[in-house]
């Protein structure tokens, strides 16, 4: 593949950032003032000139930049990298962890990869005990997801729950987002959500 220039790159995170502002803004009618763009590079010299335009951009992490599994592509490219590598697709499930050690810097669980609360608060806490930076992340889902969710965002150092945002209905109600951009659950039993009437 042919060298990548800055241009391109810049030109790519972009349309990346664009498109999934205007995601973000067609689904909840809300502006977004920090737009997260994901670039996947599954080719070296390209994926190195986006870290140094990353680093350049004052980006704070990087998101799986490699398919699933690539350990040595990722080790690769943590090795020549300020920023952390965060395993989101490479990091389902708890037993993922130790095949990732020495090779990224952070991991990304989120409760629908690995099986809800339980598995997700012991992945969080045995990430921080083998070192790795932590991110609690979602999927495209409801209310429910996200404040289950929040019950372990105190163990994370990175949070990004906006997926309810992303839906054109949800059908569930009683989160409410806090202008500080913090999820404030209810006082009601449970996560505390109700279904909204149809």
Known sequence: MAPVSREELVEALARSSHEVYERHYRASGRPEENVTTYVHEHDYDRARAAVQLLEDLGVELIEQPFPARAYRD???????SSLPIVADESC???EDLDALLGVVAGINVKLAKCGGIGPAYRMLDQGREMGFRTFL???EETSVGIAASVVVASLAEWVDLDGNLLLAADPFEGLELGPDKRWRLTDRPGLGLTRKPA
């Open 92 to 94: 389902v499930l708890a």
């Open 74 to 80: 990722l080790a690769w490219l943590q090795e020549r």
């Open 137 to 139: 992340g979602c999927m």
